[in-house]
Each structure stands twice: as C-alpha cells, then as structure tokens.
C-alpha cells in the first residue's frame, strides 16, 4: 500500500508513512456513513479574486472555482474572523475569538510555542470520532513540540509551519521588494532578521515538513503545487479505499508572497517566467488548478459524501501593489482616502470580507448564492454537526452551525459578528468593530501599508462611525449620528457589545497564547541529510 510521493533526494516515503496513519484509524466502524470535509483555505485572497463574484470583469483565472459555485453555493457576506494569518487559522479551528483562544497575533519563526495546548481542536475531535484527519500547507500555529500539527490532531501533515515570506530559497518567487536567495547572504546579516528591504526572513531556509520532519529546506516553491497535488489526491483515494471517512484541511499560500507561478514544463525555474503584471492571475490559476484536482479526485471517489468548503484567511497584502489581490466593490474609502491600506490587517470589509464556495453535490443546491452573515468560526460547529459529533462543554464559543444554510437555504447567520484588530489599530485581538444586519459600526479606525508605502493613523471614535453595507459597500460615507437609524443601530450595537466584552472578561475557559522568542526555535533540519541547508542555525 506504500507509495512515494515525491522525487526530491532524500526524502522520506509518504506512502509508508500514510499508511502508518491510516493504521492509526483502523477501528472505525465502516458501517457508519459520516460526511467526508474538505477545506481549503487561500491565502491573502481578495473577494473579487473569484471570478463568479464579479462576472463583469471576464478574467477567467478560477474556471474551476467558478464550476464549484455553478454546482454549488457561493457565499457572498462570508468572513474571515481575522484579518491576518495566525489569528485567522486558530480562530477557524477552534470556533472562537482570539480573545478566548488566545491568538491575536502571527507566530514567528522562532516562536516557542502556539496555539495554547488548552485549546480544542476541530481535527482532534473529529479524530476521536474516528475521521483520517489530514493537512496540507501553511500552518502557523506553532512548530516546536506539542505545537505542531500532528499533535494538534491531524493523522498526517504535509507544508510549511508558517508563511513563505518567513524564510529563503534558492530560487525565490515574485515579491516586492525582491527576496534574496538564500545563498546570497554573508556572515554580517543577523540571524532571523529580515532583509533591508523587510520583504523576507533572510537567514533560515523555508522547510517543508511532513508529519514532524523537515525533509527540504530550503524547499522548492515552484515544485509546492504540485507535490500538494499528489498528496491530495492520494490522501482522498486511499480514505475511499479503507471506508474511513476523512477532514482534509488545505491552507494554502498561494496568494501570499513571495509567488511562485508555475512554469512551462520544460523550464527551469529560473528561465520563462510570467511578466510582472500577470504573476498574481498566473498564481491564481495556479491556485485554482490545484482545487480543480481536489475536486476531481473527491468527485471520483465519494461525490454524493463529500463537502467542499473553499474560503479564505484574510483580505488582499496591499503593500505587494502588483502581486495583490481584488477586494472588488469594498475598497473602505473612508479610510483610504484618508491614507493607507483599507485591506490585510484592518477591519474594513476588503480586510475580512473573503471568496467562499460551498460544494456538495445532492445535499447543497446547485447555482445557489446566501448573503447570510458567516464567519469562518462557523466551520467548527458546522462540521462537528454534519459528523454528529458534540464539542466539549466546558467552553464557549462564537462560531454559529451554519447547516440549515448550506443544506436547506436558510438565511439566519450572525446576529452580530465582531472583528479584531488585526494590526491595523489598537490592541491585538480588540474587539472594537461590529456587524449587525447591513450595518457596521468602528469603534477605531486604522490603515495597513497601501502600495507605495502610506499609511494612516489609528483613530478613535465616539460615538462609533456606522456605515449602512447595503447603500454604501465601499465605506465611504458613515451614517449622520443624528439619525433615527443610526441612534436604534448603535444602540443595539453598544449594548451587545458590553454585553461581549463581559462574557469573555468572565469566561473560565479563556486560553492565553506563549509569544516568546528564542533564535533556537527556529525549525532547522537534520545536517546529515542532503536536503538539508539552514544555514547559520544547525
């Protein structure tokens, strides 16, 4: 049943190991049908990076996207529960605020620690419940020890502990400013330092990791693609083969720089590359290329069992200026015009607001669209509900089951939906803006970096600033505080969000995340092994 995966020297079977995995979970009781999950999600995607969500434009680079949402539910007021990787990843698979899980911020790549270990995970139940649990790409929530995937659930785990802009490679993908190759750096740069132009971590080699060994570093990111691929499809193929359903978990970081488009097959990565200005649609469809062979797979072997869920952890890195995304219609003009970045990292909507399809063939309608109010804390109770499986009592949680959306049309999402600071302004994780219905109310306003480098200040309000979505999509202009309407809205607004703040100022079951840093932590391989080049720290 052993198989390899990949060619690259040195490197382990990942038939054998599974195999191992699959060992792990052979007790399951095959006379059970439970739903098989898959999710991927895209990173630093921008809303109007799906095709189907602005048809007028006729680009064309997610063809397979776009079949998902013609065969399924695209979900056009879907939420990333943060607007930055970390938080975002930790927040999806525990159904709670970073205020209760303890993640606020993005972990390092000398961070000791991550995810707090109190905290349950949607694949460790999921595991319990007798699923192959599986992952694939970035996870950054922690590599050292007890932090690592597959000690956080997952049977198997296959990508890159953090972003791929946190370490070099030999032949770097497209940034701005450039990455250097990791060869290009002498004894005077600083260890885990970033380059003088801040783009990429300089001296630790970007690792590719299986289960809990680097088995590349640095990695190929022009190969990544495509050794996912075949893990992928392989994972899904031998789940069908043993009746065992299965969570396959895909974060990728596609759309995060630096990019690392694919390129003819008969060219090295260093010849043929894309003109600057199509690298982000030529990554794009790479990206989407990738979902059509999941999807492919999944089809062939379990269609009428299997979801679907592609969503995305955060809004477009528009400090990348070429090399980042659409947020279509929700540019946050307010604060753009004001200076700065109203995306990756701020509360506006181009921040948070990400692309979601649903897909599952006899049990989703097909050619459906929800404006539902849905996070991607929704995905935990959603998925344990589908599985039949109860999360644990002894904690709360923010994220709704969205079932009855998905399955039976419903349009019932969040009463209110609040959204931490990501950077932007203020504290980490504060919680200082809120949705309710076609309104959203700031509390603090801030930018991100905006192409070319502006930024703008953080801002407090109060009374808070509130935009009517429905009317004004692109924030621009904040309802009169004279109103009626604003009056009744922030009314209701203040009341559930002290309401909020003191639910989780009394709540036992508060996790709080380690950030320390030590340059030791830093994944480094084993220097024995040919693939293996950290540089300064083995």
Not at 258 to 277: F, I, K, V
Request: hydrophobic share 35%; net charge negative.
């Amino acid at each position: 049943m052993g198989f390899t995966l990949f060619l690259l020297p040195g490197m382990l079977m990942c038939g054998l190991l599974l195999h191992m995995a699959f060992q792990h979970g052979a007790s399951v009781n095959k006379s059970s049908k439970k739903p098989n999950f898959i999710i991927i999600l895209a990173d630093d995607i921008g809303w109007g990076d799906l095709d189907a969500n602005q048809p007028q434009e006729r680009t064309n680079n997610t063809p397979y996207l776009n079949l998902m949402a013609e065969q399924g539910l695209r979900l056009t007021d879907f939420h990333s529960p943060a607007s930055t990787c970390s938080p975002s990843r930790a927040a999806i698979l525990t159904g709670r605020y970073g205020l209760r899980n303890g993640v606020t911020h993005n972990f390092a790549v000398n961070s000791v620690a991550g995810l707090p270990l109190s905290e349950v995970t949607l694949p460790e139940l999921l595991q319990r419940a007798g699923y192959y649990t599986a992952m694939i790409g970035k996870w950054h929530l922690g590599h050292n020890g007890p932090y690592g995937p597959t000690n956080r659930g997952f049977d198997y785990y296959l990508g890159i502990p953090y972003s791929n802009d946190m370490g070099c490679t030999d032949v770097p993908g497209y940034n701005l400013p450039e990455c250097r190759p990791c060869d290009s750096y002498g004894p005077q740069v600083s260890r885990l330092k970033r380059s003088v132009h801040g783009s990429c971590y300089s001296r630790v080699g970007l690792p590719l990791i299986e289960n809990s060994t680097i088995v590349a570093q640095p990695l190929d990111l022009w190969t990544l693609t495509e050794q996912y691929k075949s893990a992928a499809t392989r994972i899904i193929q031998h789940a069908r083969e043993r009746g065992q359903p299965y969570l396959l978990y895909m974060a990728l970081a596609h759309m995060h720089v630096p990019l690392a488009p694919p390129l003819p097959p008969d060219a090295s990565s260093t010849t043929h590359r894309p003109e600057h200005s199509k690298v982000y649609a030529a990554s794009l469809r790479d990206m989407d290329d990738l979902v059509g062979a999941v999807k492919s797979a999944s089809d062939d072997t379990d269609i009428d069992n299997t979801l679907i869920w592609f969503t995305g952890d955060n809004g477009p890195w528009e400090v990348k200026c070429q090399y980042a995304g659409s947020v279509g219609p929700f540019m946050g003009k307010w604060q753009s015009s004001r200076g700065g970045s109203s995306a990756k990292k701020t509360t506006w909507e181009g921040g948070h607001r990400v692309p979601t399809v649903a897909y599952w063939p006899g049990r989703i309608h097909a050619n459906t669209t929800s404006s539902a109010l849905l996070s991607g804390m929704d995905i935990f109770p959603t998925l344990l509900s589908l599985a039949g499986v109860t999360p644990p009592a002894d904690r709360h949680y923010d994220g709704i089951d969205a079932t009855n959306i998905l399955l039976h049309g419903g349009q019932s999402g969040h009463e209110f939906l609040f959204h931490p600071n990501s950077g932007a302004a203020g504290t980490f994780g504060d919680l200082q803006t809120v949705r309710t219905g076609n309104h959203k109310a700031f509390y603090i306003t801030g930018a991100g970096e905006a192409c070319g480098g502006a930024t703008g200040g953080p801002q407090l309000h109060d009374p808070p600033l509130i935009f009517d979505l429905q009317r004004d999509a692109a924030e621009e202009t904040p309802l009169e505080a004279e109103t009626p309407e604003y009056q009744a809205v922030a009314k209701r607004i203040a009341r559930r969000r002290e309401e909020l703040l003191w639910d989780i100022a009394t709540d036992k079951s508060v996790s709080t995340a380690d950030y320390t840093t030590e340059e030791s932590a830093a994944p480094c391989c084993d220097p024995r092994r040919p693939v293996c080049r950290c540089l300064t720290l083995c």
